[in-house]
C-alpha cells in the first residue's frame, strides 16, 4: 500500500501564511471599523464628544429605520 508522504511546511512558509491572514483580518477589521464610522455619520442626533459602541451604532440605526418607517406609513395613510 503506498501512502503519500505530505511534508509540514517550513517554519517560514508557516510565518508568511499567518502574517498574510493577519493582513487580511486587519483590512477586513479595517473595513467594518469604517463602515461603522459611516453609519454613525448619518445617524441623527448623535454627538461627535462619545463615540458610540458597535453594539450601540447598530441599535440607533434600528431605531432610526423604525422612525422613518413610521413616518412613512403615516405619510401614506395621510394621502
Known sequence: KKTKSHKNPSKD??????QAANARERRRMNSL????DELRGVIPGLSDDRKLSKYDTLQMAQSYIDALKEVLSKQESDN
Do not use: I, M, T
Not at 33 to 36: D, G
Open 33 to 36: 471599523n469604517v463602515a461603522f
Open 13 to 18: 512558509v508557516l510565518r508568511g501564511r499567518r
